[in-house]
């Protein structure tokens, strides 16, 4: 059953490429699947996202993935139509491609597509690259890589050029291509719109089967920290005729815990929808995104997601204009863009980074910070000051819940050592030093 619409031309207004109906987008059983086109096979719209299996700690405090609740979660996707699983040998602090191997490989190989990455951030030496490149196919008990990429390009062509190209890899990766170890190989991007041009010209070179990027309704427009907004990059890559594979449609959940006047509104809209389920319906209604990634610890998560994807309502153009002003919105309260990939962790002083940054986060949507958006025109929270000091003891109190003493933003020295691995581009040491004053700003204003 054909499912595209004409309607979802609407979603690329103001863009270089005007989007087609969906010729590829059909319902089979339960998922929502997309034809694949260099190999014809059928791609679940959903795909399995491996950087966010459940964990366990252990008695010594160390967290360990929990291969039965991951072997649990990857049953249930299989069994409801979901055979795209991105991991990479970073993820986890090194554990993903193990567990999630573990438990793709009880199930016959027909049923799933495997896609891995070369993350040599640390060490960009062909002797290095090329041990990461075949532990993968260990951990991950296979012997051809689906969907293989160049791990979070965009810092610069020079970099690009030292962990790719210079020692040898790009051209050993297409060779590799070439004799079928690899199927697809492409590269995730995390950067600014030039990086992002300087690298596709590169196309005519490298011959890109896919390239993975960050895209939602907030970074449609509104990206942040310098880095291309998402209407740009999928515009060019449709243009170019290089499918897309979406990360981050949630934002590392800040599209799913929106502010409570965004909740309201996208309520009113739609009282049956949760805010996730509109972000995924709008990363997955264009017709070149070959599939969305989504992280999904819980089983809610999956069962929640399978059902916007089964089938995928595709937007129509009334629903866009919608989560346009919604992303407006959202754009316009100051919140940290930090998508808890865990890059900047460990830190060499304690600090738990995401989880300062989560908190924040929160308590900003939630309205204990008194902020109030100049655009939001009546229409965004109570600045009511009584509402506030309320809330202020509040937010001290959630605090010390949420993050322990020895991990709290104030143990940060600025060192700048998380800088260099954050793929948001966040300031990280300033951002933690504005969640240290405003603490202590609310701690003075309670003695008082």
Not at 114 to 139: C, G, H, P, V
Not at 222 to 236: F, I, Q
Request: proline fraction near 3%; charge should be negative; glycine fraction near 6%.
């Amino acid at each position: 059953m054909k499912i595209g619409s004409a309607a979802v031309a609407a979603l690329a207004a103001g863009g270089s490429v005007v989007v087609r109906a969906d010729e590829r987008l059909y319902e089979s059983n339960r998922m929502t699947f997309r034809k694949d086109r260099k190999t014809g096979e059928d791609i679940g719209v959903l795909g399995y996202g491996c950087m966010r299996w459940p964990t366990v700690t252990g008695a010594d405090g160390q967290k360990t993935v929990d291969q039965n609740r991951v072997n649990e979660l990857t049953d249930y996707a299989i069994a409801n139509g979901v055979n795209y699983f991105d991991t990479a040998p970073v993820y986890l602090r090194g554990q993903s491609e193990r567990v999630t191997g573990t438990a793709l490989a009880r199930h016959p190989r027909d049923k799933w597509k495997i896609a891995t990455k070369l993350s040599n951030f640390q060490d960009w030496s062909r002797e290095a690259s090329m041990k990461m490149y075949e532990d993968s196919f260990r951990n991950l008990q296979v012997e051809v890589i689906d969907y293989y990429l160049l791990h979070a390009v965009g810092e610069s062509m020079e970099d690009f050029n030292k962990r790719y190209v210079d020692n040898g890899m790009l051209e050993f990766l297409s060779r590799e291509r070439e004799k079928g170890k690899i199927v697809h190989l492409g590269y995730s991007f995390h950067g600014s719109r030039e990086m992002f041009d300087r690298l596709l010209e590169t196309h005519s070179q490298w011959h890109w089967d896919f390239i993975q990027i960050q895209m939602n309704y907030l970074d449609w427009d509104y990206a942040e920290s310098g880095n291309c907004n998402a209407r740009y990059m999928y515009n060019k890559l449709t243009e170019a005729g290089i499918p897309v594979i979406i990360m981050e449609p949630l934002l590392g959940g800040r599209l799913a815990n929106v502010a409570d006047n965004v909740e309201e509104k996208l309520r009113k809209r739609d009282p049956q929808a949760s805010a996730a389920r509109w972000a995924f319906r709008f990363a997955g209604s264009w017709d070149n995104v070959l599939c969305v990634l989504s992280g999904m610890t819980y089983r809610e998560h999956l069962e929640d997601n399978l059902e916007t994807f089964s089938p995928l309502k595709v937007l129509d153009e009334g629903e866009v204009e919608f989560l346009h002003r919604m992303a407006k919105l959202i754009h316009d309260y100051p919140t940290v863009p930090c998508t808890a990939c865990d890059y900047c962790m460990p830190c060499p002083y304690g600090v738990d980074i995401p989880g300062n940054f989560r908190h924040y986060n929160k308590c900003v949507q939630e309205g204990f910070v008194d902020i109030k958006p100049e655009s939001d025109n009546g229409e965004g929270y109570n600045s009511d000051m009584r509402e506030f000091r309320r809330n202020r003891r509040k937010y001290l109190i959630s605090y010390q819940r949420d993050v322990m003493r020895e991990a709290r933003a104030n143990k940060c020295i600025n060192c700048g050592q998380c800088i260099q691995h954050c793929p948001q581009s966040i300031r990280i040491p300033q951002e933690l030093h504005k969640i240290d004053l405003l603490v202590e700003n609310l701690r003075r204003s309670i003695e008082d």
